[in-house]
């Protein structure tokens, strides 16, 4: 089984905000798959893994009526602006999403985690891990973005690949560990043993001002992998450089769409 690894990203709050209405529905989408608790239980204990500035875990913990909720992050940027939405009842951890699934194994009715898990390679292992942060008969809900095959992508590793990046990256290109939704399916059958599942992708289209903002897009996202592995000096080169070969290869278009294929994916664990 594939060892799972960590992926390093020089987050950016304002930068990941630029789109934010297009980067909140996929959000509320996953938490519309959530079941209620059953009346006249206390609200679930709820997770939210790679949980960025928080204020979506504060939405999250409302929508959810839950007695508790955890969100855990590890970008120090991100987490900064989480105090603003701590509350009764909602916490925030700077803490990497692996070293949670140790702490917190087995505590939580429902581990939520949105556009995160494909930071992490090794889903095989990854995945089966998370979803032990559930109680027997709690839920998980996952989403990840399915789009390394986009010319937004191959760009990058492209460019990545041209020198002077090669060398000052050593060699080292952002792997998408993210799979087709029948792999996890399988998957939360053989290793969650999920008594009930429910994984879809769905495409999500985004009609950008023009070719460009693809590029501003990346910035709060992809290229955050790229930009915090080079030098200061290298930073703003490849930025632009990655914006010359994107141009080159979508074509200068105005408006631009761009169809964001992601992944959901929602089980019950075994009581
Ligand atoms: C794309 S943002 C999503 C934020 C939030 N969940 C949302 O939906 O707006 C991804 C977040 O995952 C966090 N992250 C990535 N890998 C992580 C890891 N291994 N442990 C903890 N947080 C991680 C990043 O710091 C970032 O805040």
Request: with cysteine.
């Amino acid at each position: 089984m594939a060892e799972v690894a960590v992926s390093q990203g020089g987050w950016n709050p304002t930068q990941y905000d630029r789109f934010k209405d297009e980067r909140r529905q996929p959000f509320f989408d996953l938490a519309a798959l959530v079941l209620p608790s059953e009346s006249g239980s206390p609200g679930p204990r709820v997770a939210d893994l790679g949980c960025g500035s928080g204020e979506l875990t504060a939405w999250l913990h409302q929508e959810l009526g839950a007695a508790e909720t955890v969100g855990v992050d590890s970008s120090e940027a991100m987490l900064a602006q989480s105090e603003a939405h701590v509350r009764p009842g909602v916490r925030f951890e700077r803490m990497d999403i692996l070293e949670a699934t140790e702490a917190y194994a087995g505590q939580f009715d429902v581990v939520f985690s949105n556009a995160a898990l494909q930071w992490i390679t090794g889903h095989e292992s990854l995945i089966p891990r998370v979803a032990r942060l559930a109680k027997p008969g709690g839920q998980l809900a996952v989403q990840m973005p399915a789009n390394g095959g986009h010319v937004s992508h191959r760009t990058a590793a492209a460019v990545a690949q041209e020198e002077p990046y090669r060398g000052a990256l050593g060699g080292w290109l952002r792997e998408d560990p993210v799979q087709a939704p029948d792999w996890y399916a399988s998957l939360l059958h053989r290793e969650v043993g999920a008594a009930e599942q429910r994984v879809y992708l769905e495409v999500y289209g985004h009609l950008l001002p023009d070719t460009r903002a693809m590029v501003e897009w990346v910035k709060g996202s992809l290229l955050t992998a790229y930009l915090a592995r080079l030098p200061e000096g290298l930073r703003q080169p490849f930025v632009e450089r990655y914006t010359e070969r994107l141009l080159e290869a979508a074509g200068e278009q105005a408006p631009f769409f761009y169809p964001f294929p992601r992944v959901f994916l929602w089980a019950r664990l075994p009581s």
